[in-house]
């Protein structure tokens, strides 16, 4: 975040100076408004991009069998425009190669989910998912094991839900 700042801060001053140089190189002033409305609209610019391509950056910077299963959307009335056109700022990934399988259990799977969000350090968690129950449980140890499938925590799931379709459905 504070990256963010200092890049934004930087860009403005660049976008100040290219139009004040011009200007003072042939000895003239420029009009009282036309700095100060050249640095507003770079910051207000850069921040737009900076937030609205986080996630197609963060996307394409995953390591090869990481995949993108849900966005999740924002609106905030302080940012007016996100209530037109919303920003992804939190984003749950697959990692394929980790699927782990279980010859005693067919139906079930322990995937490792990455879960992303902006201005935060991506983190892992562990989630069995029993496809065949459409229920999920979170687990802490990658084992797939009789005693860690009859005493998970389960909960159910939509079998419509992006999870469930990543996992059982392909």
Do not use: K
Request: charged share 20%; with cysteine; proline share 9%.
């Amino acid at each position: 975040m504070l990256t963010s700042l200092l890049v934004t801060f930087l860009l403005a001053f660049l976008a100040g100076a290219m139009v004040w140089l011009p200007y003072r190189t042939f000895r003239r002033n420029p009009p009282r408004f036309l700095i100060p409305t050249v640095i507003g609209a770079t910051m207000l610019a850069f921040t737009i991009w900076n937030e609205y391509t986080w996630a197609p950056r963060t996307i394409a910077a995953l390591p090869a069998g990481v995949e993108v299963i849900e966005r999740i959307e924002r609106h905030t009335p302080l940012q007016p425009w996100t209530l037109l056109f919303p920003r992804a700022d939190r984003m749950v990934a697959v990692d394929r190669g980790g699927i782990l399988t279980n010859e005693r259990f067919p139906d079930h799977y322990l995937v490792e989910l990455v879960l992303l969000e902006r201005f935060m350090p991506g983190r892992l968690t562990r989630v069995m998912i029993d496809c065949r129950g459409a229920r999920q449980a979170s687990v802490g140890e990658p084992a797939l094991d009789a005693g860690a499938v009859e005493t998970a925590p389960w909960a159910s799931m939509r079998r419509d839900g992006p999870l469930f379709r990543s996992v059982c459905a392909p």
